[in-house]
């Protein structure tokens, strides 16, 4: 949304009274009112008759970008929602009786394609990002309020990237020039985050969102620790919430810094998003898809289908969608009436080939799987009230090999099987095998 002069809404919560960034926010809504804020439809299906066969191909690409919200996503609106508004509590621009209380943040943990980026992207855009005040309540107060900026991990873990990308924001928010101020005089990187907490400062900066927090796993240490501490250091001095979001493959990373950790323990939970399950949310989720059918006769949402969806995509709402218009696709091609269950699964087959391993591991949850594809696998013991998605089951069957079967007792140790072995020409499965490890089937 573009920035729009400040009108205020009387908070009943004694806490937010009296508070103009809080006032300036939109009113809590309903869930009801909520879903229907966040649902995004495609609506050029009304004109399908006049679409010839190509056309309606091309048009079913659009299908991405639906958005249908479950309960998950109303949980993360309401965390979100909390987190501004707590932020906010005690910067009372107003007041002359803050208190410098820490602030809470939250991380969000979810597998890769289970719509993180999106609902977050979602959840955000229903805020004016920028709101400027003139006066309150007949008080003069002229101010600019930022009330969220999302920023994106850089790849190579390098703090700098990350700093201008927040200067990039602000620019655009503000039509200012700090990005190219800053890069001109090839400032020192204390310089540029003293320079980021007085802008977060000044411009009332809500919420800071940071994403892809998986991409510091595999970089130096030296520039992990400097994102890190640059992280409690915006929390700390500015008094601004943070949302971390990352795939299972950052959880130890949030771990092992002890700091970060201990302030991702607050009364606004973190969330964690785990591959769905064939229950309630994924009914509506597949009705919400198949509205939108290409074929002559539209395919009832019956059972078999929605189980057959939930089978051959594991669960994860990306690789739902894009098989939903592969099965279309194809049914069209085959100049099918309809899409039956014989469709979906041969159109899983033909467009799922690429990522066949990492389904096989969210299909059949195991060490290895999870030691190869982290991003798509949540560790058991953060899942809650959650069931295996599958009756399969696997068992390790260590057997000497060699001469004799050399222990490994954390995924590290595996790690270094499989890459030594790729040194000699090994795949993974080779590796492990090789070295005394097995999987089998029960």
């Known amino acids: 949304m573009e920035g729009k002069l400040a009108s205020y809404i009387d908070s009943k919560i004694p806490q937010y009274k009296g508070n103009p960034l809080i006032e300036a926010l939109p009113q809590s809504k309903s869930d009801l009112e909520l879903i229907k804020e966040l649902t995004v439809d495609v609506d050029w299906f009304n004109e399908l008759d006049v679409l010839d066969d190509d056309e309606k191909i091309y048009a079913m690409d659009s299908i991405q970008y639906l958005f249908q919200p479950i309960p998950k996503v109303l949980d993360m609106k309401k965390s979100i929602d909390r987190l501004i508004r707590v932020g906010y509590m005690n910067r009372n621009p107003l007041s002359k009786d803050n208190l410098n209380h820490q602030v809470p943040n939250i991380a969000i943990i979810g597998v890769s394609g289970i719509g993180k ?6 959840v955000l855009s229903t805020y004016n990002q920028t709101i400027y005040h003139d006066s309150y309540k ?17 790849f190579d873990g390098s703090l700098k990237s990350l700093l201008f990308e927040f200067y990039g924001e602000i620019d655009k928010l503000l039509k200012t020039k700090y990005f190219e101020r800053f890069s001109k005089n090839r ?4 310089i540029m985050m003293q320079s980021i907490s007085n802008i977060a400062k000044s411009c009332n900066v809500g919420l800071i969102v ?15 620790m400097m994102v890190m501490n640059f992280f409690v250091s915006l929390s700390n001095t500015i008094g601004v919430p943070l949302v971390l979001v ?19 323990v607050s009364a606004i939970d973190s969330i964690i998003w785990d591959k769905l399950e064939n ?13 939108y059918q290409i074929t002559p006769t539209k395919a009832s949402c019956e059972k078999e289908l929605i189980d057959t969806f939930y089978n051959e995509s594991g669960g994860i709402v990306d690789i739902l969608k894009k098989l939903h218009i592969s099965s279309q696709v194809l049914a069209l091609k085959r100049k099918a009436d309809k899409v039956d269950r014989e469709i979906i699964v041969f159109a899983a087959k033909q467009s799922l080939k690429l990522i066949e391993p990492m389904m096989t591991s969210i299909h059949t949850p195991n060490p290895f799987g999870m030691l190869l594809y982290p991003d798509i ?12 998605s599958t009756s399969r089951k696997t068992k ?47």
């Open 210 to 224: 940071i994403d892809e927090i998986q991409n510091l796993e595999n970089v130096s240490n030296k520039n992990k």
């Open 138 to 154: 007949d008080v003069p107060y002229k101010a600019t309020q930022i009330v969220w900026i999302k920023l994106n991990t850089p």
């Open 377 to 388: 696998n949540i560790p058991e013991k953060l899942r809650v009230d959650t069931k295996m």
């Open 279 to 291: 229950d309630e949310s994924w009914s509506i989720l597949v009705n919400s898809i198949m509205k």
């Open 117 to 122: 980026t999106t609902t977050i992207d979602r």
């Open 187 to 190: 400032a020192t990187t204390d």
């Open 396 to 442: 390790i069957d260590k057997k000497k090999a060699n001469g004799g079967l050399k222990l490994y007792s954390n995924p590290q140790d595996l790690r270094e099987v499989i890459k030594f072995g790729n040194l000699e020409g090994k795949n993974a499965y080779l590796s492990l095998k090789d070295a005394g490890y097995t999987v089998e089937e029960i």
């Open 246 to 264: 990352s795939t299972p493959a950052g959880i130890e990373l949030l771990r092992q810094d002890f700091r970060q950790a201990r302030r991702m």
